[in-house]
């Protein structure tokens, strides 16, 4: 396979995504936008804790 071909294989397949995949509404937008955030806030005490144990032991 050529490098042109592949560019232009590359090109189709991203053109059939394009076609398949819409715009989130309102509501979606808002629920993926909590669920990122609570991940963020479990991730952040997830670290805040590890960094009191190390600090609390390391003594």
């Avoid at 050529?2 to 397949?13: N, R």
Wanted: charge should be positive.
């Amino acid at each position: 396979m050529s490098y042109k071909e592949s560019i232009l294989e590359f090109i189709e397949k991203s053109r059939r995504v394009l076609k398949v995949s819409k715009k989130p509404d309102r509501e979606e937008y808002f629920t993926v936008a909590k669920v990122t955030g609570i991940g963020i806030i479990i991730i952040g005490v997830i670290g805040l804790i590890i960094t009191l144990m190390t600090q609390i032991l390391g003594k």
